[in-house]
Every structure is written in C-alpha cells, then in structure tokens.
C-alpha cells in the first residue's frame, strides 16, 4: 500500500574517520537509495543523539507525507515496521467517529465515537457560529472543543487496542465546512453569510503538533467544494468512487442538511440544503437520538401498533428510523390521508392529546399532527433535491445505476418506509445502496492511498454547484412533495400496490 506515511527499518553504517557524514546525512542517505526523497522534521533531529548511537544503527523511521515530499517525524530503535498506524476522523457536528487503521493490513484494529462537545454551545451548527462570531476568546474555546472530541476518541481507542495515538503517523479528517472552520481556530460566519466565501477550502496537510492533535506526523484535512458542500462529502466521493463509474449514480447524504452529487465519470453535478432536525428525531415532541431507549423499528399489525427499542428497554422516545417506520405504516394502514392528516376514525390509538390529535405509538409517547407536518416539510425537502437534480442533469430516474444513501440516518432506516413516504424514489430496491459512514470510510482510503489525492483534485474540477434556493419553481416543488408520497401517485406504483393490499385485508 502507497498510503500518505511509510514506517522504513535502516541498517547503517557507523561514522569513521573516512565517511564522517552526518547522522542526518547518513539517513536521508539511505533513504534516498531507496527511492525515498525525504526531510527531518526538528523532533527527529533531537532524537537522532543518542537513539543512534545506542541502537548501533539499526533505526526505523517514521515517514508522513507532508502534501509535497516524506517528512522524517519519529525514530525507534531497531525493526518497528510492524507496528504501523493511522487514523481516520469524520468530524461530524453531532458525532465524533474515530477510526485506527493497521496501515500494513489495511484492516480496522478500533473504532470509537463521542459526541461533539461542540454541542454544549449550541445544538445546531448556526447557533455555535453566531456563539463564536468576531469573538476570539469564544472561536478558541469552539476549536479547543473540537479538538477534544477527537482526543476523547483517540484515548477510548487506546482502552480498546492498547495503541496509543502517538505511535500513529497521520491523520485524515473528513467534515462539513463549519466543522473544519472551528478545528483550525477559523471564525465560520462566512459560511452562512453573502457571499458565501469561506476563510480557507483546502487547508491540505497540516503539523498535528499545530493543531494539538497528538499524532507524531501530520493531519490532512478533506477540502471542500463549497459553503454547504464540504469535505465530508468529497470522503464520500472517494469512498463510493461514484466519480470512477461509467454508469449514472446518486450520492445522498440526508441529515439536518442534505448534500447530494449525481453523476459518474464524465460530470458530477451536485448541491446541498437544509432538510431539517426532524430526521435526527429534533422538533419531534418525544424525538430522541437513536440511542437507548429509543423506538427504531414500527410496524401496525392487526390495529396494533409494534415496536422495536434500541437497547431492549422501555420506550422514551422514537429516533428518525423509528419515525419514518411510523409515518409509512400510518400511510398504508390508511390511519393518515395523502396529506399527513390523522384519522381518527381509523384507531382508537389516534386521540386528542394537549388539544391536538395525536397516535400513542408505544405506552405513555405520542406521535402528534405537528410531529407529522414538520416530518412531511423535511421528508419534501429531500425528495425536491433529488428531483431537481435529475431535471437540470436531464436524466431520468430509470438512468440511474445505484442510488447511495450516506450517514448514520441511510444506514438504519427501512428502504420500504422511505419509499412508502416519498423520501426516496421507487426504484429497484437492489440499486439503492447504504454507503454508511462514507465521509470516515474515505478517510480511512485515502490513509492507505495517496493516489486518491489526485482523485480528490479531479472530483473537484468535475463538480458543478446548484443554488437550489436559485430554482425558479422550488417552493412549487417542495408544495407537491409535500403529499404522501407525492400529488403525482404514479411516481410510486409499488406503495399504491401496498396500499390497496392492506385496504383489501
């Protein structure tokens, strides 16, 4: 593997009289006669007397590539080419996911999360921006907090494999634009304020010493292609190849906000927008995070309505899987109209609760008419990003190759509950693809293959940004998404199928 750091056991020469080179010398020697063009870093300059000496010359050196040559940044004693890591960060505004990565194998030897501490000043990303903004003292606690989320990781990673992060060489992260703004001590406003030009989109390779992470070598920052569309996004492109394929396909990752790319190996064609805290169970009255306690899995049975609970425990709320579950059987049980409407007529489980109708979905929670509509406006949300694309790409649905759906949220959630509520399209069930957490899963690649870099240049030069807030008939869109699973029920035969299944039981 040709990743981005290189662990090289030297056997060398002693000086004499004869060949008084130096120990520095001596080294980028070798190095070199190895095909490796190299430069010390000052930390290895001050280990090189005595470790040399004491070693009798039998040295490995660590090697990280700095975005330009391999950098000298650790030295051991003896052969320690066997014990060779990295590490792979998706940065994510809610969650910290951190991945160690054997980088002789290749294989995952760890993984641990945290939730961002980020979120202590501010739930939602607008909130810690304005928190920060113009305020030195407060953007520094915002970094200091992001770097401590990472650091959280990494100690839970060395109580779980015994490595710890300083004997890792390199470090690639991959996040939003906001996220990677606070990580480097950046103010983020320009993310969200005209014009939309950010401080800094390709930050590269960066010390870990510079940016307190403690790694022995350097960082590599997934750069972004805009305010909305960031580096998590170019991870998943690397991740998913979709940029590689010959055939059409679609890149979505679906969270607060939705990012989306289409395209293959000639053009990619992408946009992002917000989608609502709806899908990460925000806004819901009794929505939870898809934690302990939280309803995941709904199916109505025979006018029962059934649950799963993560953790086996006693329901306290429902996540975004859970809700998407419930809204879908409440569609084709036909407990709710095309609009989202409850019915009350339908189950003695849909009453009026705190002067609104609402469905008791598990004992004591309820799923009110509120809860529905804000679901519906997010669920129209994603459903126009997508439609939108395809239109100004001029390509059918019946095009696409694979649809990939990204994040936590596209990995739990039913691919039949979502089509049934109009958040995907129906289509083959086969080509509709959980990639999972692509934004670390890119990360981890480009560890091992350097090679990608020049990928992530090329994916950049294809994209092309849609405005969607820029589409005409946007809000014209949106309003006919808004219907369950849409006004034009011809798009979605296979759930007008269930539907009159059930009506016929």
Not at 34 to 54: F, N, Q
Not at 225 to 242: C, H, P, Q, R, W
Not at 342 to 371: C, T
Not at 396 to 406: N, Q, R
């Amino acid at each position: 593997m040709e990743g981005i750091s290189k662990k090289v056991y030297l056997e060398l020469e002693a000086p004499t009289e004869e060949d008084s080179r130096s120990s520095q010398v001596r080294i980028l020697d070798k190095l070199k006669e190895l095909g490796i063009d190299a430069k010390m870093s000052v930390k290895v300059l001050r280990k090189l007397y005595p470790l040399c000496d004491e070693a009798m010359w039998k040295i490995t050196v660590s090697l990280a590539w700095n975005g330009e040559k391999w950098v000298a940044v650790a030295l051991e004693k003896g052969d320690r080419t066997d014990t060779h890591y990295g590490l792979a960060v998706d940065l994510g505004s809610t969650t910290v996911v951190t991945r160690l990565i054997n980088c002789n194998t290749g294989k995952c030897i760890g993984e641990a999360s945290c939730y961002n501490h980020q979120i202590a000043y501010g739930t939602d990303i607008l909130t810690r921006i304005f928190h920060c903004k113009d305020n030195e003292k407060e953007l520094e606690v915002m970094r200091k907090a992001t770097v401590d989320s990472i650091v959280e990781c990494l100690k839970e990673l060395e109580k779980e494999t015994g490595v710890s992060s300083q004997k890792c060489i390199s470090m690639v992260v991959s996040g939003n634009t906001t996220m990677i703004h606070f990580l480097l001590g950046m103010d983020a406003f320009c993310v969200f304020y005209t014009p939309y030009a950010v401080r800094a989109d390709q930050p590269g390779f960066l010390p870990a010493a510079d940016l307190e992470l403690p790694v022995s070598g350097y960082v590599y920052c997934f750069p972004s292609k805009s305010n909305y569309l960031g580096g998590d996004i170019i991870s998943g492109m690397v991740a998913t190849e979709l940029y590689k394929g010959e055939d059409i396909s679609v890149f979505f990752d679906i969270g607060t906000n939705g990012e989306l790319v289409i395209g293959n190996q000639e053009f990619l064609l992408c946009g992002a927008g917000a989608a609502g805290p709806a899908l990460e169970g925000g806004v819901v009255q009794t929505g939870m995070r898809a934690a302990e306690g939280a309803v995941d899995e709904v199916k109505i049975h025979d006018g029962d309505i059934q649950t799963h609970v993560i953790g086996e425990t006693e329901a306290k709320g429902i996540c975004g899987s859970g809700i998407i579950d419930l809204l879908a059987e409440l569609l084709l049980e036909g407990w709710v109209d095309i609009r989202g409407r409850l019915i009350p007529e339908k189950s003695p489980l849909i009453q009026e609760k705190e002067g609104a109708l609402a469905v008791e979905y598990a004992p004591g929670l309820f799923f009110f008419q509120k809860d529905i509509d804000e679901f519906i406006r997010t669920k129209a949300a994603a459903h126009t990003m997508v439609e939108i694309m395809l239109r100004e790409s001029g390509i059918s649905m019946e095009e696409i190759a694979e649809f990939y759906v990204a994040g936590a949220f596209g990995k739990h959630v039913s691919k039949e509950s979502a089509i049934a509520i109009g958040m995907y399209p129906d289509m083959d069930r086969d080509r509709i693809i959980n990639a999972g957490n692509s934004s670390l899963d890119g990360a981890g690649k480009l560890l091992l293959n350097r090679g990608y870099l020049e990928d992530i240049d090329e994916i950049l030069e294809k994209m092309v940004y849609i405005q969607f807030g820029a589409v005409d008939d946007f809000l014209n869109m949106m309003v006919a998404a808004q219907a369950l699973p849409h006004t034009d029920f011809q798009r979605y035969p296979s759930v007008m199928k269930e539907m009159e299944r059930r009506q016929k039981r």
